[in-house]
C-alpha cells in the first residue's frame, strides 16, 4: 500500500498571524475529521517554520518548508539548508517546484544536488514535474516529464528512490483554475510509474506516492484521487481556506 499524502503548498502567502490561525484550524479539523492513512502536510514560508511546528506538536499534521539550498553551509546569502531544516526536525521539503524552474531558473542538475542534500539529511522531498502548456499542444508531454524526472532522480540507488515522494504538476494547470482531467492525471502518472519501473523495476516504483497538484479543489479531489496511480495531492490556492483544504484531505480515502 503506498502511502496517500495531501499536502498544501501556501507559497508565499499569509501574514504571521494568519499563518497560526489557519494552522490551528487545520490542525482541529483533521483531528476531528480525518479518519485512515492519509498523511497532511503543510509546506509553509521559511521563517514561519519553526513556530508552526511546535505549534502542530502531536498532530498528525506535519510540516514542510518549499525549497532547500543545494549547499550545507556557507557564504550563501538568503538560502536555508537542507541541514538547517533537518537540525529543526522539518521532516518534509517540495523540490523543483515549476515556480522555482520558471522564476529561479532550477534545472535537472540542479534538483538532483538538491534531491541529494535532503536525502543525507534523512528529509523526505517532495518533487515536483511537469509540462508548460506549449509542450501540451505540442504533444511531447510524455518525453519531457520522463526526462524531469530522469534528470533529478534516476543517478539514486533504488533504496534512495524509495525515499522520494513525486509530484506531477502541469503548468498550465497550476493556479489557473484548469484541472487536468482524471484521465490525463491517471495517463501522466502511470507513465510517471512506468519510467520509474524501467530503471528500477515494478516493485520499487509501484511503492513511490505519486501527488498530482494543479487546481485542485474541494469539488474535484475526490475525482482525481480515484485514479489508481493518483496518490494524493499538492494543494496551492486552496490550501489556503482551512475548510476546503480539509475538505480536498477528507476525499483521498
Ligand atoms: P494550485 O497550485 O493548487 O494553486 O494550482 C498547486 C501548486 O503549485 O503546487
Known amino acids: ?13 499569509k501574514t504571521w498571524e494568519d ?7 487545520v490542525m482541529g479539523m483533521v483531528a476531528d475529521e480525518v479518519k485512515g492513512n492519509v498523511k497532511t502536510i503543510l509546506c509553509v514560508p521559511f521563517p514561519y517554520l519553526g513556530s508552526l511546528k511546535n ?26 539548508s537542507a541541514l538547517m531544516l533537518k537540525s529543526m526536525e522539518i521532516p518534509y521539503v517540495i523540490l523543483g517546484h515549476s515556480e522555482r524552474r520558471q522564476y529561479f531558473g532550477e534545472d535537472g542538475k540542479l534538483l538532483a544536488r538538491k534531491i541529494d542534500k535532503t536525502l543525507a539529511a534523512n528529509l ?26 530522469e534528470d533529478a532522480l534516476f543517478h539514486l540507488s533504488a533504496d534512495a528512490l524509495k525515499k522520494i515522494v513525486i509530484a506531477y504538476e502541469p503548468v498550465w494547470a497550476i493556479g489557473t483554475g484548469k484541472t487536468a482531467s482524471a484521465q490525463q492525471a491517471q495517463e501522466m502518472h502511470a507513465v510517471i510509474r512506468k519510467h520509474l519501473a524501467s530503471k528500477y523495476g ?13 487546481s485542485v479543489k474541494a469539488d474535484n479531489a475526490q475525482e482525481l ?18 475548510r476546503e483544504f480539509v475538505d480536498i484531505v477528507k476525499a483521498m480515502k
Open 55 to 80: 505549534q502542530l506538536g502531536s498532530s498528525t499534521v506535519k510540516i514542510g518548508a518549499q525549497n532547500c539550498s543545494e549547499h550545507d553551509w556557507g557564504a550563501y546569502t538568503g538560502e536555508v
Open 202 to 214: 515494478a516493485p520499487v516504483a509501484n511503492e513511490i506516492s505519486i501527488l498530482y497538484g494543479g
Open 124 to 149: 523526505t522531498p517532495i518533487f515536483c514535474c511537469g509540462e508548460q502548456l506549449e509542450i501540451r499542444e505540442a504533444g511531447t508531454h510524455e518525453k519531457l516529464v520522463k526526462q524531469q524526472v
Open 19 to 25: 499563518a497560526k490561525i489557519l494552522t490551528a484550524e
Open 225 to 242: 484521487f480515484s485514479c489508481p496511480d493518483v496518490d494524493g495531492g499538492l494543494v496551492g490556492g486552496a490550501s489556503l481556506k482551512s
Open 1 to 13: 500500500m503506498r502511502q496517500k499524502i495531501v499536502a498544501g503548498n501556501w507559497k508565499m502567502n
